[in-house]
């Protein structure tokens, strides 16, 4: 079974697009395998977010903030898909993607910005990875070889009319 390359892209590369990476990698189909970037990479990824791919049982030595850049460079895994999940990056002007992946945009709220408690704090994380999880899982469910860029488009529509 061949496995699909797919980039999460958010502008700081430490919450949205890191679970996006783990819950591709770790999902069950086995057809995926998550990578992520940022446009403007923070330092470190948010521990909220390092928390639950421990959780999920993706390797914690893999959990980097980095730029996109690194994935426009020849030597670079050709990507698939390319999905920004946050709605500053989907507006930015994205470096040229080596095969032409297609794309789409997932957007989310960026959890690392909620306020109060712990509990308030890491239950944003959570409702952002079940969303990431059910658009993952409509995705692997398709028929990846025959997908055409506006099934891929409406995965979003799909997923909110299940909700």
């Known amino acids: 079974m061949r496995q699909y390359n797919i980039l999460f892209l958010c502008t700081h590369n430490s919450a949205r697009s ?3 990476e783990a819950l591709a990698s770790t999902h069950p189909s086995g057809k995926l395998l998550g990578f992520s970037a940022g446009s403007q990479p923070g ?3 948010n521990p909220i977010a390092a928390q639950l791919t421990k959780e999920m049982g993706y390797d914690p030595a893999k959990l980097k903030s980095k730029s996109w850049d690194v994935y426009g460079l020849p030597d670079a895994p050709k990507m698939d898909f390319i ?3 946050c709605d500053q990056a989907a507006g930015e002007q994205c470096p040229y993607w080596p095969g032409q992946p297609m794309t789409a945009h997932w957007g989310f709220p960026d959890p690392s910005q909620v306020e109060g408690s712990d509990l308030d704090k890491k239950a944003a994380f959570i409702k ?3 969303g990431l999880q059910k658009r993952i899982d409509i995705l692997a469910s398709m028929p990846l070889d025959k997908l055409d860029l506006m099934s891929l488009k409406q995965i ?3 997923e909110s009319a299940s909700s």
């Open 83 to 85: 999905i920004t999940v």
């Open 128 to 130: 952002v990875m079940n």
């Open 43 to 45: 330092t470190s990824v």
């Open 18 to 20: 890191i679970l996006g």
């Open 156 to 158: 979003h529509t799909q």
